[in-house]
C-alpha cells in the first residue's frame, strides 16, 4: 500500500512539474506576443490604422536602426485597407508608400523627439510601419505621441489615371492622430528573448 501511495505521489509530483513548466511557458509567450495599443484610427480612402508601442526587437541592418539594448519601444502603425477601400484594394492588405512621423513628448519635461517611421516586416504583423525608440526621458514618465501620416510626394508612387478619376489625385488624405497620458513602463521593460 505505501508503495502504490509513492506512485500516486511520484505523480502528482510529475503532473505538477508539468504543470508549472506549462505556465512559465504560456507566461513567457505572452510576454514576447505583448504589445501596447496605443490607439487607432482611420483615414480616406478607406484605411485603417492601429498605433501601437511593441517590445524592442532587433531590427536589421543595424547600421540604419537603434540596437534593441539601447531600445525603449517599438513604435508601430499597421496600415491595411478596410471594407470601405477602393476598388482593387485587397481588404486587410496593408497600405504602402506612407510617409509617417512619430513625436513622441515627455508629458513631465516637454522635452520631444521626432521619428520617420519605416517600412518594416515580422512575422506577427507581417509588413507595417515601424521604429526603434528612446523615450525622451524616464520610462515610468507619461507621454503623449502625435502620429503625422501623409500620402507618398513626387516619385514615391505612380497615380494611374484610373486610381486618379475614381480616387483621388493622392493616394491617402494626410492627418494626425494624437495619444496623451501614455504609459511604456510596463513595454520598456519587457524583453522578446
Sequence with gaps: MFKEFQKDM???QKNSILGILALVIILQYQEIQAEMIIGTGSIEPGVDLIFEGGVK???MPNEYFLN???TDVHIEVLANWSSKAPDGSREGGHVAYLNINAILINEVTGTSVTH???PHVNMSDNLHYAKNIKLPGRIDEKYSVIFEISPPINDELGM???WRKAVDEQLVDANTFKFKNLDFEKIAQSKRR
Design 68 to 70: 534593441e539594448s539601447e
Design 160 to 162: 494611374h489615371y484610373d
Design 10 to 12: 511520484g505523480s502528482v
Design 116 to 118: 520617420k517611421l519605416t
Design 57 to 59: 526587437d532587433d531590427v
